[in-house]
Every structure is written in C-alpha cells, then in structure tokens.
C-alpha cells in the first residue's frame, strides 16, 4: 500500500521469496527475507499500564505522543519518572503508574507566522558536570525552533521535576536563519553521550528530511543553563549500490531524502546506533569520526518508489529481493538493556508491522539478530503499541511495579477504549513489565 509522505514511508506486502545475498558493511550475508506474517509469529507481551491519550488536534493541545525516557530516582526507585515528548503538546513527565505528573509546554514561535515548537526526541544526561555540581537533565530536539532544550530534574522541585534550564543564547542546530527554520529541515531525533575519556558531554542530532549527523557539545553556564556547541556533523548514505548492479534510492517528496529518527549511544564502547527509516540500522563511532556500518537492513530495501505528487504518495513497484529479514519500514525507536548478569540487547522498533527486534548489543559479535516480539492488547482498555516512533528501556528494579526494569513504547495509533473518540488522532505510551519480555524472548 502507498502512505503519506510527511511522517512515513513506502511499505509494501511482501511475498516470501528465495535467498539473496548482499554486501552488509564489510561482511557477506545471506539474506532470507520473511513475510510480514512473521511479526505476527512472533511472541507477544502485554502492557502493564497506559498514559492518558494524547490528542493531535485544537481541543487536545495539538498532542502527539513520539518519544520516551525513564529517569531513574537512585534514593526512591519507586518514584522514578518517564519523560515523553509531545511534538507541538511539549513535554509530559509521568509517575510509574502512567499517570501525569507534570505537562510543559512547547516554545512559541517567534512571530505568529514561524514554526511552533515541536518536540521531537528526548534522552538524559545523569551527572551532567555544572558550575554549581552534578546534576540530571533531559535533552529535547525542538523540532520547530532547529534548537535543543535542557530541563534540569529535580523530584522535590515544587511545581514538578523538571525545569527548564535551556541558554537563551542558544543558536538553531542546522538552519542559517528563521527562514531555514520555518523549511523545518531541523533537529529531528537525539541520543546523549558522555565520553567517558574526556567527561564530557554530548547530543547527538539527526535533520529531517535528509541524512545529515551533528555532534553537539553540552556547555552549562555559570548561570545555570545549558547552552551547546557544534563539533562535527556527518551524512549518512542517501542513494545505495544494489547486488544486481542498480542504484537505489528511497522514494520521497523531490529533495526529500532518507532521514533517521531513532538513535542510541552504547555507553559501554561509545558506539552510536542510528536508524534510517527506510534504510535500516547503521552503526558508527558516536564522535562521528569513523566508518559508519549497516548492520541490518528494512525488507524495503531495495524497493523502489515512484513519488505521485496529486496524493503525496509513494507507490511501490517490485521488490527485488534485497530486503533484510527481521524489520519494517519504518526503523523508528532503538534502545539498549541489559538484565542483571547478561550481555544486553539493543532493540529496535518495526513501524511498518508492530513488532520489536533485539540484538546483540557488542557490536564486537557484529549485533547478530536474537529474535523479536509484539505488545498486544490486554483488554479492551489496554491495547497493544502500534505503528511505534520511540522506545526506551531501563533494566533496573523501579520498586514494586517494575522489579526487573521497564520498557516504555510509544503508541502511535491508541485504540482502547479508554483511549479516546471517533474520528480522533490519539495516542500515548504504553508501560511494559521488561521482564515480561525477557521471558517470552527466552533472553
């Protein structure tokens, strides 16, 4: 089928087919792409909780669910906190029972003629080295304004945890002007590191609607803020040499190229972890300075697209048979965990069929494949994550609810009946027991 081109991409239903064999990075790979039935093969966890739905609309804040974080509070594992971006809704602060703790606002824009604000992504930095001490934030990517946002947490902050402690000063990650802005080829998704050489700090940022990386320096201000420089940028590949001889690239709007949202950084090894959405994961030093490697592929690759301006859609034409096994386009939301006494995972969301991948995380092993799985509904009032953007996990004990760790998924199409009306956007993020899913992926 053909989708939108604003926030998705081409996805096709797949025929089951023989083996191919592609050139992935520097290693040779057998490729046995599967059909779209295997997500539906696979295990299945259900949430133990959902946030209040999120409405895209006037009457609802022009809401949209995208992107989670778990802040962990060290003295009372209990009241640790999910931090969640709302695109032009801003950000929400959640308890561990799903409820809301805190709701911020998303910037003005400047003029009634500019951009809003709209956050996209969000991580933390815990321990983040001030003037005045170590302290938490989270970083936001605002979308509409090409600018990152800081928010010191605090849990005994009157008011709520988090306030904002963004420089004023602070200048547009990618754009040249307001104008350039207004284009909203902006900071798009975000991962924080910490190099734990120097000590020092970072954001990583992707743009949207192209393949573009910056490396961002986090700088608090002897007055309290946070401010940031750039260090470096990169551009992952926009067009791909196929086995058979070809060139591919993915179908978009004219001048649109394949963007990557979701990213993580391996505080272990420094790796960095990007998606590209219709690509697939690549995986890179997160200074930027070295090779990046696909380390697996979307069962799109290689299709090609031809973009149809009256509806703004891509059509599909035939797959040719150098697809990935184990994702659907889109690559969204990538995460790490690791369980008490294993070797972590790093998993990645499936937009285009609901599901859950995981991976080795040493990418010494070259992040083989370790399976995958669903979050279906419950009940009625409790449904499953579909059509997923973002994903974080924490394997630690957060008190009595979650005593194996958390995983926390957005949900891009809420359809319970608690979450919402007829003829309505909503959506919202579901809570996840990760033990739950250890135990059903046998990790």
């Known amino acids: 089928m053909s989708l939108p081109r604003q926030e998705a991409s081409v996805r096709t239903q797949r025929p089951s087919r023989l083996a191919a064999t592609a050139l992935l990075g520097s290693a040779l790979i057998t490729l046995v792409p599967l059909s779209p039935a295997h997500a539906r093969s696979l295990p ?3 949430a133990k909780a959902q946030t209040p739905a ?6 609802g804040g022009n809401a949209n669910a995208d992107d989670p974080a778990i802040w962990r509070d060290d003295a009372h594992p209990g009241r640790s906190l999910v931090i969640a971006t709302a695109k032009e809704g801003g950000l929400r602060v959640y308890g561990l029972d799903a409820s809301l703790v805190q709701s911020l606002p998303a910037p003005r824009p400047p003029a009634p003629e500019n951009a809003p604000g709209r956050f996209n992504n969000v991580d933390l930095v815990t321990g983040l080295r001030t003037p005045s001490g170590r302290t938490d934030v989270a970083v936001v990517s605002d979308r509409g304004n090409d600018r990152l946002r800081v928010y010191r947490i605090d849990p005994s902050r009157p008011g709520g945890p988090l306030k904002d402690v963004t420089d004023p000063a602070a200048a547009p990650v990618f754009s040249a002007d307001q104008d350039e ?8 998704g975000l991962a924080t590191w910490q190099d734990r050489a120097s000590g020092r700090s970072y954001a990583l940022v992707s743009r949207r609607n192209t393949t573009d990386l910056a490396l961002l320096e986090l700088r608090p201000t002897a007055a309290g803020t946070v401010g940031y420089r750039r260090v ?8 791909f040499r196929l086995p058979d001889g070809t060139s591919w690239t993915p179908c978009g709007e004219p001048g649109e190229l394949p963007q990557v949202e979701g990213m993580v950084v391996d505080p272990d090894d ?7 959405e219709d690509v697939g994961i690549w995986r890179l030093p997160a200074g930027l300075k ?9 069962r799109e690759y290689g299709i090609p697209g031809t973009y149809v301006p009256e509806t703004e859609e891509c059509t599909a034409g035939t797959d040719p048979g150098f697809g990935g096994r184990h994702l659907a386009a889109d690559v969204e939301g990538l995460t790490l965990f690791r369980e008490s006494g294993g070797e972590g995972h790093l998993m990645a969301s499936g937009q285009g069929d609901d599901s859950f991948a995981l991976y080795d995380r040493r990418s010494s092993r070259g992040n083989a494949y370790e ?3 669903r979050i279906t509904a419950v009940s009625a009032d409790l449904d499953g994550s579909e059509e997923c953007d973002g994903a974080a996990a924490l394997a630690e004990p ?7 760790g958390l995983l926390v998924v957005q949900d891009g199409h809420e359809t319970s009946a608690a979450g919402g009306e007829e003829g309505r956007e909503a959506t919202g993020f579901k809570f996840v027991d990760l033990g739950a899913v250890t135990d059903a992926t046998g990790r």
Do not use: C, H, M, N
């Open 232 to 239: 470096r940028t990169l551009a992952l590949p926009s067009s």
């Open 290 to 298: 070295g090779r990046p490697v696909l380390l697996d592929k979307v």
């Open 54 to 59: 999120l409405y895209d609309d006037e009457r």
């Open 181 to 188: 802005i207004d284009e909203q080829r902006t900071a798009y």
């Open 371 to 373: 399976g995958g799985f």
């Open 398 to 404: 957060l008190g009595p609810r979650y005593p194996r």
């Open 44 to 46: 299945s966890v259900g």
């Open 270 to 276: 420094g790796t960095l972890y990007a998606g590209q």
